[in-house]
């Protein structure tokens, strides 16, 4: 398993995860319709993905390399940016999606463990 940070070029492989994770995950708890309409999101949602990989910083992301070049397994979000909410030096994990046929194999174990060593790196306690 391979946990690395993200790059530019994974944002099509991102949007299409973030898509198919909701509709892996979310069966019977959302409208179905709406889950398979989702499908017409993904060209809006790379365009997301590349406009947010291109901030300087870009976002702190970890993904999971999947054994197929154009695609990811799981990908996890980190902030360690405060605000009002969180005291400096709290970290917090933004998101966590990981594919349905990776489920139960300790990858978003692994997501987690990469994204809280990220914010240990980021100087959170």
Partial sequence: MDVRPVRPDDAPALARLHIRA???A????????YLDGLD??????????QRQLAEDPPPEVVVV???DLDELDGW???SAT??????EGTGRLMAIYVRKHAWGVG????????????LAELGCT
């Fill in 22 to 24: 909701w509709q892996d």
């Fill in 26 to 33: 979310y069966p019977g708890q959302m409208p179905q319709a």
């Fill in 107 to 118: 990858m978003g174990s692994a997501l987690w463990l990469a994204a809280t060593a990220r």
């Fill in 40 to 49: 017409a999101e993904i060209p809006a949602r790379i365009e997301w993905w």
């Fill in 65 to 67: 390399d999947a054994a």
């Fill in 82 to 87: 405060p605000d009002d909410d969180v005291p």
């Fill in 76 to 78: 996890a979000m980190v």
